[in-house]
């Protein structure tokens, strides 16, 4: 089965975009594993906000993978790899797995985090922090009703100073 890999960065206070959304924070000096991880997925699974900021990085955000966009209202786009869909994490991934061959990617925002995890829906949790203090900004996890433990794989560190922390869920 498919596994879903909460991949994503957050500064060393565990913000993953500034006040503003803004993530001219990241550091762009290394691929960081970027391009393997890229590989083992074909589908990428984020918020609204977060696919309108994808979109500002590049031509063709995530070029060659199906990317599911959970937005709270009906929404079109000419790309047919795009696909705005509504409900409840648990179904919208089950819709997800039904297509899917390789991983899936969970990119963010903390909404989406947060409901991925409030129904244990990820499976591995690559989390690259970035040696830099933001002091305030959109936080990587949100107030949970539930404690989420994990058991600890892995950890990369990179020259830069970033260090990249694995971890899976606890079965």
Excluded: C
């Excluded at 691929?31 to 991880?37: L, M, P, Q, R, S």
């Excluded at 000419?78 to 997800?96: K, N, S, T």
């Excluded at 989390?127 to 009703?145: T, Y």
């Amino acid at each position: 089965m498919t596994k879903v890999v909460l991949f994503i960065a957050t500064s060393l206070d565990g913000f993953i975009a500034s006040p503003d959304g803004t993530v001219d924070w990241l550091f762009h000096d290394a691929d960081y594993g970027y391009t393997e991880f890229m590989a083992s997925i074909d589908a990428v699974v984020m918020g609204r906000k977060t696919w309108e900021q994808a979109k500002t990085f590049e031509a063709v955000p995530f070029a060659g993978k199906t990317v599911f966009v959970l937005a709270r209202s009906n929404t079109s786009t000419a790309d047919e790899r795009i696909r705005f869909v509504q409900g409840e994490a648990p179904q919208i991934l089950h819709q997800i797995r039904a297509e899917a061959t390789k991983d899936i990617w969970l990119v963010g925002g903390g909404d989406v985090i947060q409901q991925f995890i409030a129904h244990d829906l990820i499976d591995e949790y690559r989390i690259f922090v970035h040696p830099v203090i933001l002091g305030s900004g959109l936080p990587l996890f949100l107030p949970q009703a539930k404690m989420t433990t994990l058991s600890f794989v892995s950890n990369t560190p990179f020259q830069s100073g970033l260090i990249e922390m694995r971890y899976k869920r606890k079965a």
